[in-house]
Each structure stands twice: as structure tokens, then as C-alpha cells.
């Protein structure tokens, strides 16, 4: 039977560490039942948000496996992690991502070709992988670091024509090429999902499977409810969308820092530590910009609430 990506919210996973520097699997496991009590639909692990580039293979593999194992079916779980330069590395690193059983082992774009090469040449080594790694369903994610590779129409359709690839995290954040590319992959296995908060509802309207960004690690609930009711809920769906959009510039600031200082005001028994940022260099104005919009969250949901 193929495979498919359930529509909805994918948030990308933070990662916990303790105050030593390992990977928390004991805040993870809470996490990953946080996230999934929040009623999403499948979970991101091992990618930017994750910090992946400041991890090792070992500890990408474990993390995606514990979240996979962790989440036991309730949800599907996908993974990246592929984070080498060459194509026998990322064919391991791959590999051994696949071994995990996630659902979808997903690439990062920019990996497959430097800036300067052409989308011929990214093409020519996504064969090369596909060829080294078969039966395999994979997934595309759009990375802006070390630097931003959108794949155009064109290399859309080739991936939906090879029948492998089953999701795609768009970052270009305009609606226009959202929609060149949506009409590329119709009709086969191959998703889109937002990542950009403020278009998310157009994008949803003119076909978008759903949203997979940093600001689920912050408002998740609002997310579902957004990309599940917002054809039947068009006035919540405005406020909803009008609250995330504005919300979505804390991202801006110290993240991932601010959302486990956010996730540790939700309940979750998680340290600030990072080792992408210096939670030591996280400000008492910082602090209160997530005070200040967890407490317009909380207005939002309020209204939310009397207004259905």
C-alpha cells in the first residue's frame, strides 16, 4: 500500500538538552506528548529547529528513532538530518535515517548543489541518491541555512514524477510561486506545507496540505484549528490567522531560545540550553516579549471560545 502524508500541522521539533549538553530524552518524551495532546498531525523531528547541524549522525539517528518510537502510531513521524556535502555521505546519513522507520526521510535542498550550480546539476544528484537508496519515501525540505535552495516548479514535478517524495516544507513565503508550485505536483502523492505563518491561510485556500514551521512549537492548537476548520470557521479562521501572522515575529528573536522558555510556561520540564544560541545571552525584555504574547494568546483562545 503507498504511502501518504496526512494533511495538517507538522510542527519542526525543538531539541531539549540538559544543562551538561545532551540530548533530554526525558523532556523529549513530554514534549512529543505535548505536542501530539495538541492535536497535531504528524511531527517534524531531526531539522533546523532541531539544531541538526550542531548534532551528531548518532544523535540525529537516536532522537528520530525515540520520537518515532515515542509517538508509537499515534501520529506519523518524518526526519532529516542529512546534513553532509557529499553524496555518499548524505546516501549514509540517509540511510541510516531510513533504518529509524520514520515515515518519510526528508532531504534539505541546498545540500544537493552549491548557489552557483543549476537546477540541472540538483536534479542529476537527486537521481543519484534515489538510485543509491531505493524503496524509501523521502521529503524535501527548503532549508535557509547555510543557504535558502527553492525548488521551482520544474524540479517539483520531477520529484512527484519519480513517485518518492511525499512532502515538501516550502519556505519561499509568496503566495505566487505557492501556487506555480501547487499546480505542478497535482495529483500526485507529493505535499506542500507552509511554513510561513502570515500566508498560511491563503495558501491553504488555494491548496496548501497544511503548515510546517517554527511557530508550532508555540501555538500549535491554533495551527490545527486552522488548517482543519478554516472553509467551515471563515470569521475564527480570520482572527486565528490575524493573531499567528503577528505572532510569527518572536521567531525573529533568540529562537529557539524563546520557544523553550515559551514550552517551560506550558509545562514542559525543559532547559534553555541550546547549542545553536547562548541562552545566557536571553534578555529580561525577551522574557517578556513571550509573556506579553502568551497572554494575547490567551485573549485569542478566550474569543475563540465565546464566539463558537
Keep these: 500500500m503507498e504511502k501518504h502524508i496526512p494533511s495538517g500541522v507538522w510542527p519542526t521539533m525543538i531539541t531539549p538538552f540538559t544543562a551538561s549538553n545532551e540530548v533530554d530524552y526525558e523532556a523529549l518524551q513530554q514534549l512529543v506528548e505535548w505536542y501530539i495532546a495538541q492535536g497535531v498531525h504528524g511531527l517534524f523531528a531531526v531539522c533546523q529547529s532541531s539544531e541538526m547541524f550542531y548534532l551528531s549522525l548518532e544523535e540525529r539517528v537516536r532522537i528520530a528513532r525515540f520520537v518515532k518510537e515515542t509517538a508509537a502510531g499515534r501520529v506519523p513521524v518524518i526526519a532529516s538530518g542529512h546534513i553532509s556535502d557529499g553524496i555518499e555521505e548524505q546516501a549514509e546519513e540517509l540511510r541510516r535515517m531510513a533504518e529509524t522507520g520514520v515515515d518519510a526521510v526528508v532531504w534539505v535542498s541546498n545540500r544537493l548543489a552549491s548557489p552557483e550550480e543549476p537546477d540541472e546539476i540538483w536534479v542529476e544528484r537527486a537521481q543519484q541518491l534515489l538510485d543509491r537508496i531505493p524503496d524509501v519515501p523521502f521529503g524535501i525540505y527548503e532549508c535557509p541555512y547555510p543557504y535558502k535552495r527553492l525548488l521551482s ?110 514550552l517551560q510556561r506550558r509545562g514542559i520540564p525543559l532547559t534553555l540550553h541550546c547549542r545553536s544560541k547562548d541562552a545566557n545571552a536571553f534578555r529580561g525584555n525577551q522574557r517578556l516579549e513571550v509573556e506579553q504574547l502568551d497572554e494575547v494568546y490567551r485573549l485569542v483562545k478566550e474569543q475563540l471560545f465565546i464566539n463558537t
Excluded at 516548479?153 to 505566487?176: E, I, S, V
Excluded at 491548496?207 to 495551527?223: E, I, Q, R, T, W
Excluded at 488548517?227 to 529557539?256: C, D, H, K, N
Aim: proline letters at 4%; one cysteine or more.
Design 153 to 262: 516548479p520544474q524540479m517539483l514535478k520531477w520529484c512527484a514524477d519519480t513517485g518518492r517524495f511525499l512532502f515538501l516544507k516550502d519556505t519561499c513565503c509568496d503566495l505566487n510561486q505557492m501556487a506555480d508550485k501547487l499546480d505542478a505536483v497535482k495529483g500526485s502523492r507529493l505535499q506542500i506545507f507552509n511554513a510561513n505563518s502570515a500566508t498560511l491561510l491563503e495558501s491553504l485556500k488555494i491548496g496548501a496540505a497544511g503548515f510546517s514551521g517554527v511557530m508550532a512549537n508555540f501555538h500549535p492548537d491554533l495551527y490545527v484549528r486552522l488548517t482543519e476548520r478554516w472553509s467551515m470557521e471563515p470569521a475564527a479562521a480570520g482572527t486565528i490567522q490575524s493573531f499567528v501572522g503577528a505572532a510569527s515575529l518572536i521567531e525573529l528573536q533568540m529562537y529557539p531560545v524563546n520557544a523553550k522558555y515559551h
